[in-house]
């Protein structure tokens, strides 16, 4: 059989499942550490045996709702590649807008900045390496997800600090600048989860208390103490919950801005804490 015969075979079924017909592909090209051209000339030859194993193999998963990342154990985030296993969330799109802006709205030379459930470090690592003498701290209410961040610090060869905290309970400051992609989706909204996400994800890191908005109160209840007069806060939310969350850090910040901003898909998914200078 022809390799091109077989991947449609399983992509077919793949579709039938509810899982994208494209994951078998990216993962298959990622484990064989094949270019898509590469790819492209193999799917009119013959499927060796040991490709055939693989893509069993890869096809198994993904029917099982396992996130392809997992299936080749990395992701992409702002440019640089990330370990990702079953302990973290799988680094998303639309959060490399968030570190995007954070890096086009502060260009100072050095900032004392904190992430907040930082999970795979994404987000703390790619501003460290973005501006390294940055001083950036991460924490994470998981030890298993910040014992992958640290490693992963370590593979990519960023300064970050990590600390063990719920939120800003073991965390003292002062800090320049707070970020934080937390847990936000509300358990009442299950069904708009994908079934990869669902079964693999780590729970703890997709779902909040009260309605989803558990982790966003506590921050602005406690980020007042530990930020600076000029201190700013950027946040991840759902698409949903722009309103509220601007609501919750106007009363936490009464002087201060809070902005909420759209995604590239013109969906609310950033508020923005700061003193109205840009």
């Not at 509810?18 to 790819?39: P, V």
């Not at 680094?91 to 930082?118: A, F, K, M």
């Not at 890191?205 to 530990?226: H, M, T």
Request: charged fraction near 25%; proline fraction near 4%.
């Amino acid at each position: 059989m022809l390799l091109g015969q077989l991947v449609a075979q399983y992509e077919e079924a793949l579709i039938a499942v509810g899982e994208e017909a494209e994951s078998l592909s990216f993962a298959y090209r990622a484990l064989k550490n094949w270019t898509f051209t590469d790819f492209v000339l193999a799917l009119q030859k013959e499927v060796e045996a040991e490709d055939k194993t693989l893509l069993d193999s890869i096809f198994e998963q993904l029917k099982h709702h396992v996130p392809a990342q997992y299936i080749i154990g990395s992701a992409e985030f702002c440019g640089h590649v990330f370990t990702v296993d079953e302990r973290v969330l799988i680094p998303r799109p639309e959060t490399e807008e968030l570190v995007t802006l954070i890096l086009e709205e502060n260009n100072q030379e050095s900032l004392r900045v904190l992430d907040i459930g930082t999970g795979s470090g994404a987000i703390a690592i790619s501003l460290a390496l973005a501006r390294p003498n940055w001083q950036v701290q991460a924490s994470d209410v998981s030890v298993n997800a910040l014992e992958l961040a640290q490693e992963n610090a370590q593979q990519l060869e960023a300064v970050v600090s990590f600390k063990t905290s719920n939120v800003l309970d073991e965390l003292e400051g002062p800090y320049d600048l707070i970020v934080s992609n937390p847990p936000y989706i509300s358990r009442e909204d299950l069904e708009e989860v994908g079934a990869n996400v669902l079964a693999s994800e780590p729970h703890l890191a997709l779902f909040a208390d009260r309605d989803g908005y558990a982790i966003y109160e506590k921050i602005a209840q406690q980020a007042p103490s530990v930020l600076t007069p000029d201190g700013k806060i950027y946040l991840e939310i759902g698409y949903k919950q722009g309103n509220k969350v601007k609501d919750l850090f106007q009363k936490a910040f009464p002087d201060k801005r809070v902005r909420v901003l759209k995604d590239q898909f013109g969906q609310d998914r950033m508020v923005v804490v700061d003193n109205g200078s840009i």
